[in-house]
């Protein structure tokens, strides 16, 4: 794999290098304020931590918000046994079957730790087919006073101690591409785009526990148009769901027809007409492969953005992801590429009226 890719994989590296856990992304927050600051006007930070950059656009053109997360899945430490392990709450949507035998670094000292289950030499049948469950995170240590000579105490969070991998072709493997890719093509997109609209680049807290970066930063913005920028779950590969995968890897950005928690769609969003229609005319008009989708058990941040105020216009780009919310999520780097081609594009394309939109 090359470097030539309008997502910089040096970016992507620094983005997923600073540890961004839900509650505490400020190091992530800096990285994406250095790498962006050149290519905007203004970059202001909230109270939350939400960044936001923007490129001042004519005094009557739109104002569009393009808006990624900055933390990720991690650990709140919430107490430490007599023997000095640590005990620990989930902060977003794990599965456990991911912990046993990783690795994870803990506190403002990244001290190393692993989570490692019971052996399976004292496990019974069932056990050994079941999730373990009362895991723990060891820290070497033999009881509370050394964990506090470590610098680690209740209230600290810990993330996987993974990094950005290249795998063959253009494709990378790392804890936190959800959401450290989409950081970066809002970065590739703020270098490339010239345009008349009012673009702001939106750097989002707290997604994985509730939207709640885009709920503050949407009231404040107040934009026209909000699109949130995700990773999308794949099913292309042999553990997946179905036989003929709803979305693959490589082959181009997702535009999302809606999202949310259940098959019903509660609480996520469904993408208006003028929004669908804009970046489906912006994928055709650049030539650009666009697969199209609905997730189901999970939301973005265009949930909040289409309830803010009186309501506005809102939608999703994603790009496809393998192993979503896991330490070895994968992607391609060329989607990401494509994804930066369509929001170019639509950024340069006027957001059609009601007439103008697709009816059904």
């Known amino acids: 794999m090359t470097d030539e890719h309008s997502v910089e994989f040096a970016d992507l590296e620094r983005l997923v290098a600073a540890r961004g856990p839900p509650g505490d992304e400020h ?5 994406f304020e250095e790498l962006v600051e050149p290519h905007v006007d203004t970059v202001t930070r909230d109270e939350l931590g939400n960044v936001v950059a923007t490129s001042e656009g004519t005094e009557d ?15 709140l430490v919430d107490g430490v046994t007599d023997e000095g392990f640590l005990t620990f709450q989930l902060l977003g949507g794990h599965y456990k079957g991911n912990f046993a035998g990783q690795q994870v670094v803990v506190g403002p000292d990244e001290v190393p730790g692993v989570i490692g289950a019971k052996p399976r030499h004292f496990m019974d049948d069932d056990e050994k087919e079941s999730l ?15 964990v506090r000579d470590l610098n680690v105490e209740p209230g600290d969070h810990a993330t996987w101690d993974r990094e950005v991998t290249r795998l063959a072709g253009d494709r990378v493997a790392s804890r936190a591409l959800d959401d450290r890719i989409a950081l970066a093509m809002l970065v590739a997109t703020a270098r490339r785009v010239d345009t008349d609209a009012t673009v702001h680049y939106a750097a989002t807290v707290q997604e994985e526990v509730g939207l709640r970066g885009a709920r503050t930063a949407g009231f404040a913005v ?7 920028l995700e990773i999308f779950p794949s099913d292309d590969y042999p553990a997946g769901d179905e036989a003929d ?33 804009w970046l489906r005319s912006a994928g055709e008009a650049g030539d650009i492969p666009v697969q199209h989708a609905v997730m189901v058990g999970g939301t973005t941040d265009a949930t909040e953005f289409q309830q803010v105020r009186g309501g506005r216009h809102a939608g999703a780009v994603a790009i496809p992801c393998r192993y979503t919310h896991s330490p070895v999520e994968t992607v391609s780097m060329g989607d990401a590429d494509e994804a930066v081609e369509l929001l170019v594009e639509a950024l340069g394309t006027p957001f059609p009226s009601r007439e103008e939109a697709r009816r059904r």
């Not at 107040?222 to 949130?228: L, S």
């Open 27 to 31: 190091a992530v927050a800096d990285v």
């Open 61 to 75: 053109a739109p104002e569009i918000m393009l808006a990624a997360h900055t933390d990720e899945l991690a650990f």
């Open 132 to 146: 373990p469950e009362d895991l723990v995170i060891d820290v070497g240590a033999s009881g509370r006073a050394e």
């Open 222 to 228: 107040d934009p026209d148009v909000g699109v949130a």
């Open 245 to 277: 995968p709803a979305v693959r890897v490589g082959e181009g950005p997702v535009v999302e027809f809606g999202d949310g928690t259940s098959e019903y769609l509660f609480g996520g969003v469904l993408v208006d007409r003028q929004t669908l229609s």
